[in-house]
């Protein structure tokens, strides 16, 4: 359900007195007839709703009402109506998440075991509502639990970096330069990967270009970017002379530059080729200088830093779902569009999908053909970044990489360097910082034409990562289960061990079905952030796991309702939800619920014992709408039967919709208009009783005595005609027809 009136708007007692003695026990009033009274005089004629159910036919149906705990507590017409015409009552907010815990996760139950008491005195069960839901959570205080953790940092642990200090920058980037000699060559053809971290007190580019032993041969590589936090930068490269020489160009640089951690390695070899990689100690004898060359280079000890890590941008990275938002083409000048997926087996691991972008012949320009990478962040001068994709083509090349600001929104020349691509697949792995001409680009575009020939390429298992950094760092998705999964249990614990085993029967979770979406077997998903409102809302299910969460709540509610005194046997749990009478999806809403219980129950351990349909109807004057909303309660029925699960009407109200379309408000309905929805109530409690089975009928609880309020302390339906009575406690038309339902009329 939304949310239930908090306060009932009692403007007089009326024929609460004339018609409700029998509902109340009130005879010490008295008050004038309302002049609408008029052709109403018949309900007085009626008993209290509960005497019209056969209990020998129906010997475990329960009648309930939601109720407003506050009124409900405090003793008076509330508490008497409701004791005088139902089995059982349902708290419209007094047993939510919100109502017992605070934001600071303090929990009191002390309006939970007022409620109870007063319904013990009133001789009524209390239908429990509710264990697991994602709104009306304490959202402040479950998102405290799953922030960032602090990183404590020792200034005492220190780590060893290589520290150049410069005077001045040069005017040519060769003008300071370090080497690194090898022991051996590096092999031709060999695919090789040098990283390193690296910070500087500006950021910089640390030209790459290794030579041969005795420089006479060079192979000029993409620079090494440096930020002014530390990072890890690389580049990879396949060796096309005989290198041994490491050659490190900073000429341009002024200030302090640290070098930590240097790698090289071949491709598929953890063997480091770098003696002492991580400066722990004071060999520095295979790094030299010119001997020309003023500035100073020494090993020195540096506190640690913050921590850093990468977080990925990029939207259906692995290209397995539908989802193209990160990803666009431009294909013989057409775009930029919506790139496309290939079929199944297309992909780098040869059993999933690719996307695919197609060249033309004899191009005008190199960026006549594009795939974009595209993200929902603008980096900014010295952001650190990290890329990577799977790339092949069916004929062998080069493309190029720009920056955009937008795909088609061009930046920058270069951003990545210029990939090569074969007709095998090859990975592609670039970090690096953000320049000056980089900053504001989202997205990063390859021009597919340099080649000037029709080629097909094909793209996976890309990934755009910010490098992130500070004293905090993110808690791991098991992290996060784990602290969730001790908060609900605490949460359930405390509410079983406030009901004492007095609460028999459990709206478990609520409102668990999104009522869009595909879950990958025809049918909707569960409710979520990323279809839902994750400010307003909290999702448990994001965390837990969208089969879990149930489980784990199931099994804590039985589990603790034993310990606290209740008979195992007796606890029903059932999943609660809206929208399963719709039309105008044919029921699939309900359809998809079924479908969803049977994937929790697939575990054999776990067991839901009912189905709550909420039921927040409106009677149609227009016939034919009307027709198809009484078949589809039909269809709900039968499929409600047909699930072999106990079956509630959990919250049932109505409204009125006229002929246009035009949802009613009470001071606008007419006598006749009234005893329209009678008779759709007395519809829809016949047909419950007609087809659901005797051992599945748990019963039917409307879900507000009286009509909502058309004011700002209402809020559900306000101002509509929702109730049996009205808001001075008048009987309606509309309860006796709800009473003909339960007597069979």
């Known amino acids: 359900m939304k949310q239930y009136i908090n306060k009932l708007l009692i403007t007089a007692l009326g024929s609460v007195i004339m018609a409700g003695c029998a ?66 009552i349902t708290a419209g907010n007094a047993m939510k998440y919100s109502s017992c815990v605070s934001k600071d996760g303090v929990m009191s139950f002390s309006d939970v075991t007022k409620f109870i008491e007063m319904a013990k005195t009133a001789g009524l069960s209390i239908y429990g509502h509710t264990l697991a839901w994602h709104s ?29 200090k410069t005077t001045e920058a040069k005017a040519n980037v060769w003008d300071w330069q370090i080497y690194y000699m090898l022991p051996e060559a590096l092999t031709v053809g060999q695919e090789y990967t040098i990283s390193m971290r690296a910070k ?52 341009k640089f002024s200030g302090d530059l640290y070098i930590d951690d240097v790698k090289l390695a071949a491709t598929g070899s953890n063997t480091n080729l770098i003696a002492n990689s991580s400066f722990d100690n004071t060999d520095l004898s295979k790094w030299s200088k010119p001997s020309w060359h003023s500035y100073t280079y020494t090993i020195e ?35 930029p569009k919506a790139a496309t997926f290939g079929a199944a087996g297309t992909g780098a691991d040869g059993v999933g999908r690719a996307l695919i972008v197609k060249s033309g012949d004899n191009p005008t320009n190199n960026w006549d053909t594009q795939f974009f990478v595209k993200v929902p962040y603008k980096f900014k001068e010295g952001d650190t970044y990290r890329f990577t994709m799977k790339v092949k083509a069916d004929k062998a090349g080069t493309i190029e990489s720009q920056a955009h600001n937008n795909p088609g929104g061009y930046l920058y020349w270069s951003m990545i360097g210029n990939p090569s691509v074969t007709t095998s697949w090859q990975e592609y792995t670039k970090t690096g910082v953000i320049s000056a001409s980089q900053a504001g680009m989202n997205t990063i575009a390859f021009n597919l034409s340099p080649n000037k020939t029709a080629t097909t390429f094909y793209f996976d298992d890309i990934y755009f990562e ?5 004293n905090t760092i993110p808690l791991t998705p098991k992290e996060k289960a784990d602290t ?31 009522g869009g979406g595909d879950d990958g077997e025809g049918f909707y998903v569960l409710q979520s952030a990323s279809n839902g409102d994750p400010l307003k809302n909290f999702y448990w299910q994001d965390y837990l796991g969208s089969e879990e969460y149930v489980r784990k709540v199931v099994g804590m509610a039985r589990k603790y309702y ?91 109200d109505m409204g009125y919709i006229d002929e246009n379309g035009k949802t009613l408000k009470t001071v606008n309905m007419t006598q006749d208009q009234h005893k329209a929805m009678a008779e759709f109530y007395k519809f829809i409690v016949k047909k419950y009783f007609e087809i659901i089975p005797v051992a599945q009928q748990y019963g039917i609880t409307t879900w507000s005595i009286t009509d909502s ?33 339960l007597a069979g009329k």
């Open 709 to 741: 309020p058309d004011s700002s302390s209402s809020f559900w339906r306000a101002g509509e005609p929702i109730g049996l009575w009205d808001l001075n406690y008048y009987r309606k038309h509309e309860y006796a027809g709800y009473a003909d339902g």
């Open 136 to 164: 009306q959570q304490q959202n402040e205080y479950l998102n405290k639990l799953i922030a960032d953790k602090e990183i404590k940092v020792d200034p005492n642990n220190a780590e060893h970096a290589l520290h150049i």
């Open 200 to 251: 500087a007190t500006t950021a910089t580019n640390i030209a790459f270009w290794p030579n041969n032993a005795n420089g006479s041969q060079v192979q000029y590589l993409s620079d090494l970017s440096v930020g002014k936090e530390w990072n890890t930068t690389s580049v990879k490269f396949t060796a096309t002379i005989p290198i041994q020489k490491l050659v490190f160009s900073f000429g």
């Open 301 to 335: 000890a540096l506190a640690a830093g913050p921590t850093t890590w990468f977080t990925n941008l990029v939207s259906n990275s692995n290209c397995e779902s539908d989802d193209v938002s990160s990803f666009y083409a431009t294909e013989a000048t057409v775009g």
């Open 466 to 470: 910010k490098q992130e950094s500070g």
């Open 23 to 88: 509902d109340t026990g009130i005879d010490d009033f008295s008050v004038e007839k309302p002049n609408t009274i008029a052709g109403m005089e018949y309900l007085n004629d009626y008993s209290p709703l509960k005497s019209y159910i056969n209990r020998t036919a129906h010997p475990n149906f329960k009648l309930g009402s939601g109720i407003s705990e506050s009124d409900f507590n405090s003793g008076g017409i509330v508490y008497r109506l409701a004791s005088a015409n139902f089995d059982e």
């Open 562 to 652: 034993a310990e606290f005194k209740g008979n195992p046997s007796d606890l029903k749990l059932f999943i609660n939800d809206y929208n399963l009478e719709s039309d105008w999806d044919d029921n699939k809403k309900l359809k998809s619920l079924i479908h969803w219980i049977q994937r929790w129950e697939k575990d054999g351990v776990t067991k839901i014992d009912g189905i709550g349909t909420q039921m927040h109807v409106s009677y149609s004057a227009n016939a034919t709408s009307q027709k198809s909303k009484e078949e589809h309660v039909v269809k709900m029925f039968e499929l409600l039967a047909a699930s072999g699960k106990l079956v509630k009407i959990s919250e049932l």
């Open 484 to 514: 969730l999964t001790w908060a609900m249990d605490k949460w359930v614990k405390g509410m079983m061990q406030a009901c004492g085993g007095y609460v028999k029967s459990w709206d478990v979770v609520n409102e668990a079905i999104s």
